[in-house]
Each structure stands twice: as C-alpha cells, then as structure tokens.
C-alpha cells in the first residue's frame, strides 16, 4: 500500500522525535535514522513511499537545500575572527583538501578503470567537503577541545563552498570530454560561474543586508520576515546569478559570506532558521537518499567500489589532514581525531545530484553510485563512533592537561643557606 508523502514523512519525524534526547548519546544519528527510515518505507522495503526519480521534485528539493545551506553555513563566518584564529581550519581547507582531492584521483585511477581521469577527479571533488552533522556529538561535546572543536567546525562550513567552483569546472570539463560541448564552452562556463556569480553574491550581500540592518533597526521589519527577508536574499543572489548565466549556487555562498560580515546584527535569526527549518530540509533530503538513491547504489557495488570508499574515508582523508597539520604541535591522537572525524554527507548528496542532473556525464550513475556509498559508509561509520571517540579523546585530553599543569605547579627545590 503506497501512502502520501507527507504522511510518511510526519510519521518519520514524530519517531526520531520520541527518541532524539536518548539519541543523542548513543551511536544513532538523525541522518542514520532518516536514511533507515527512507530505505525501510520505499519500494525496495515495505512499499509505503514511492517517488518519482525521473521527475523533477528530487532535483527542485535538492536545489532548494543546498542554497539555504551554503547561504547559511557562509553566514556563520566571521573573516575578521578567521584571521585571527590559529592556523588550523586554513591548514585544513588549503592544505588538505587540494591533497584529498589529489589523492582521491590518484586512488581511483588505480581502483576505478571505468572512468576518465577528469571524472575521477570530479569524484574525489565532491567527496572532499565534510559535514559536521553526521558527528553531532563531536563538535557539540564539551570534552572534546574546543581547538579542535572549533577546526572541524570552521572546516565543514568552508569546505562546500570552496569545493563547489571545482566541482562545477571538472563538472564542465568532464562534460566536455563526453562530446556534448566544445573545450571552449567548458571553459567560457567555468569563467562565467566564478566571475558573475560571486559578484552577483557580493551585491546582493552587501545591499541586501544594509538594507535589511536598516528595516530592523527603523522598526519597520518583524522578527519572522527578518528571517524570511534573508532568506529571500539567498534565492534572489541564486535566481539573478543564474538569470545573467553566471552560477547561482556560488552566488548563495558569496551572499551569504557577505551578509554575515555586513549584517551580523540580523544574522541571528537566520542562524535560528537553520537549526529548524534548514535542519528539516537537510533531513528530508537523507530521506530521500535512502528511499531513491541508496537501493540504486547497492545494486551496483563491486569490490573496487567498497575499497574505494573505504579508502576515501580513511587514508584519503587522514594522509592530506597529517600533512597539512605538520609543525603545529599536535600530537599523535589530535591529529588521528581530526583526520577520522571527516564525515561525507550533505554537501556530497547535493553535488552529486545536481551534477548527474544538469552535466549530463555518460558515466552519471556509476559516479553517483560511488558517491552514495561512501555517503552511506560515512553516516554509519562516523555517526557510530562520534559519541564513544568523542568521549574518549576528550579524557585524553583532559588527562593531557592535568599532567601539564602538575610540571607547573611542582614545588622546586629550596636551598637553605647555612650561616
């Protein structure tokens, strides 16, 4: 028996929702639970839920999504505090995932002979940003440093937006390469993503929240449409990037970036959007990974593809995040830490999707296939060991500290001088 959509999602949500305060320490995570729950209600599980993949609601939802979480994520960024801040996240982002998308390449070349060198590392490229939801209770647990806390956080609120210019041009390129567009065209396209729609970003950032700053402070703007007017900037910097053919989803980071160091007195209520309603479009979309794409993707796997994603949660991610973190003092254990906790999730789901849909690859469904299974390796690997990692490395750490204060406070010997 097929039900309504909305049924099935209202009954997915009350079920988290019964449970979410004992979820939040054990190993179940929402996105493991919705992913669960989309497999268990769709055709391949009990057959309450059937959707359409051809038609065009997994595309507008997944388009919808991503904006509101680049818009938002780049928000949250503060450039003045970035530059202050100790050298870590910029290790990370500069560092390490140019080493990750490389390395990635590298991998599949020697794993993965279906595919074209520029695919491979189209591949490597989505699956090199990270989200920080799928290891909840690491960012958000009190024992784990907050240095390092902070990294992770700093890292999987840049890492979409700076992977999404490559992902468009290797997106463009391997495209390209398929024969349905010249070399010229791939690269008038990639121009155009990075030159107008950042100035579109910029614009409407800029305007947008000086004009937004003003309605508050005059009286004139509510609280509810003071969220609802940032939120409408996002798509207006989208939607006019897009018109004038440059590239919307750039333009919603750059917007978003520009707002929230132009209009940081309005920012707060959009922040509070994303942890409700933004939280509830990212779970749809986990959702709808696992009631669509993860049964497709199992029907595919092979040995090669498992190893691969094994690999690129493991050495992929950890050798870039060990080399990039050299002469910072780190030991041992923090850099293991920061290495592990590189979860693939959101930002991997919304590439592929967007890139299979509009890049027309001849390859589209076996890169989403490798995509969606180290997606799916991640929520269960990474979801699993969040909280017990988490706890423990946070009493290394402390057990760390205590003994560094004890060097401090030992009494040096005292010397009686005799008369």
């Not at 919705?34 to 051809?54: P, Q």
């Not at 928000?75 to 050298?87: K, P, V």
């Not at 240095?147 to 890492?159: A, D, K």
């Not at 690859?361 to 699993?384: D, F, M, R």
């Amino acid at each position: 028996m097929v039900m309504e959509p909305l049924i099935v999602v209202a009954l997915v949500i009350l079920l988290f929702g019964a449970i979410s305060r004992r979820a939040e320490r054990s190993p179940l995570t929402p996105p493991m639970f919705f992913i669960a729950a989309g497999w268990l209600v769709s055709e391949h599980g009990l057959g309450l839920l059937h959707v359409d993949v051809s038609g065009s609601v997994i595309h507008t939802l997944a388009e919808i999504t991503l904006v509101v979480v680049l818009f938002t994520d780049a928000s949250r960024i503060d450039l003045a505090c970035l530059r202050r801040e100790e050298s870590l996240p910029l290790r990370l982002l500069g560092v390490g995932m140019p080493l990750t998308i490389l390395i990635g390449t590298a991998a599949g070349i020697a794993l993965l002979p279906g595919f074209s060198w520029v695919e491979l590392a189209l591949v490597a490229a989505i699956l090199a940003p990270t989200d920080a939801a799928l290891g909840q209770a690491v960012v958000s647990n009190p024992l784990v440093p907050l240095r390092i806390r902070q990294s992770l956080n700093v890292e999987s609120g840049l890492n979409d937006g700076i992977a999404l210019p490559i992902v468009l041009f290797l997106a463009a390129m391997a495209g390209a390469t398929g024969g349905e567009n010249s070399a010229s065209h791939w690269l008038r396209t990639a121009a155009l993503a990075v030159t107008l729609g950042p100035a579109v970003g910029v614009a409407v950032g800029w305007a947008g929240g000086l004009w937004l700053e003003r309605g508050v402070a005059s009286g004139w703007v509510n609280i509810p449409f003071e969220r609802l007017s940032s939120l409408g900037l996002a798509f207006l910097a989208f939607s006019g990037a897009e018109f004038i053919g440059g590239n919307g989803f750039i333009a919603a980071f750059v917007a978003g970036l520009t707002l929230g160091n132009v209009g940081k007195n309005v920012c707060e209520t959009l922040h509070e959007f994303g942890e409700t309603e933004g939280q509830l479009l990212t779970l749809l979309v986990f959702l709808v990974f696992g009631a669509v794409m993860v049964p497709s993707a199992l029907a595919q796997v092979s040995v090669s593809t498992l190893v691969y994603a094994l690999l690129s949660l493991t050495m992929v991610r950890m050798i870039p995040v060990a080399l990039s973190l050299l002469g910072t003092g780190l030991g041992t254990p923090s850099v293991a830490f920061l290495g592990w906790f590189g979860p693939r999730g959101l930002a991997s789901i919304l590439f592929a999707l967007v890139v299979v849909e509009e890049g027309r690859l001849a390859s589209g469904p076996q890169l989403e296939g490798v995509v969606v299974l180290t997606v799916l390796l991640s929520a269960i690997l990474h979801g699993a060991t969040a909280y017990p990692f988490a706890r423990r490395y946070g009493a290394h750490a402390e057990e760390g500290e205590r003994r560094e204060l004890a060097k401090e406070t030992i009494d040096l010997p005292v010397r009686v001088r005799h008369s």
